[in-house]
């Protein structure tokens, strides 16, 4: 199981920031890269960033290069998504997934980051509503 919660949350000021999470049970959490997706009005959901299973390296697309951190704490089953210096082309709702990655993530990190592609996750959550605006 993989859930999301939002933190601080959903209606944000420009320049604001926002941190989700994502929790995990039943799943050895290390052996899955998670990744966070999100779906603007009137467009497809895209992936924006990953993290493979130890934490050792993150991706990002580069829409949200710069101003998203991604994050994970195995201890607690959880991954994050730190958003700073929102902008009303933010407004999306907000997903997290994991996947499992036979290549320690990395292969699933690349593809969901360069691509933007949603496939190859087993686990999704909920999804989040972020609204940037005045």
């Known amino acids: 199981r993989c859930s999301c919660r939002r933190l601080g949350g959903g209606l944000v000021q420009p320049g604001g920031s926002l941190r989700l999470s994502c929790a995990a049970s039943?799943?050895?959490?290390?052996?899955?890269?998670i990744a966070w997706f999100r779906q603007a009005p009137g467009k497809e959901r895209e992936g924006i960033s990953c993290i493979i299973g130890s934490g050792g390296s993150t991706y990002y697309r580069d829409s949200v290069r710069g101003g998203f951190s991604i994050s994970r704490d195995n201890a607690k089953n959880a991954g994050y998504l730190l958003m700073n210096s929102l902008k009303p082309e933010d407004t999306a709702v907000y997903y997290c997934?994991?996947?499992?990655?036979?290549?320690?993530?990395?292969?699933?990190?690349?593809?969901?980051?360069?691509?933007?592609?949603?496939?190859?996750?087993?686990?999704w959550g909920k999804g989040t509503q972020v609204t940037v605006s005045s």
């Open positions: 997934a994991a996947a499992r990655d036979p290549y320690g993530g990395r292969r699933i990190c690349a593809l969901v980051t360069v691509s933007g592609s949603t496939d190859g996750m087993d686990y």
């Open positions: 039943g799943l050895t959490f290390a052996d899955y890269a």
